[in-house]
């Protein structure tokens, strides 16, 4: 059924079914629009399983060990 049609049955409709089917679709849209609003889990916790971040200290011995080896002439 296309806007249009039902636009024209609405017509057909006593004032008193217009008001509930206004209602009507006033609460189903409310309860839609609830459930889409719901509220999304916090990502804070999203690397958790991951452990502890490793340090500076540490990044930096792990970039030095890596590119102990590489001299200017490797560039």
Do not use: H, Y
Request: with cysteine.
């Amino acid at each position: 059924m296309t806007l249009q049609e039902l636009m024209r049955w609405t017509e057909k409709l006593s004032a008193i079914e217009k008001r509930q089917l206004i209602e009507k679709i006033t609460a189903e849209m409310a309860s839609e629009s609830a459930e889409v609003n719901q509220p999304r889990p916090s990502l804070w916790g999203i690397c958790a399983d991951l452990g502890q971040a490793p340090s500076a200290e540490d990044i930096d011995k792990t970039r030095r060990e890596a590119w102990g080896d590489f001299t200017a002439e490797d560039i």
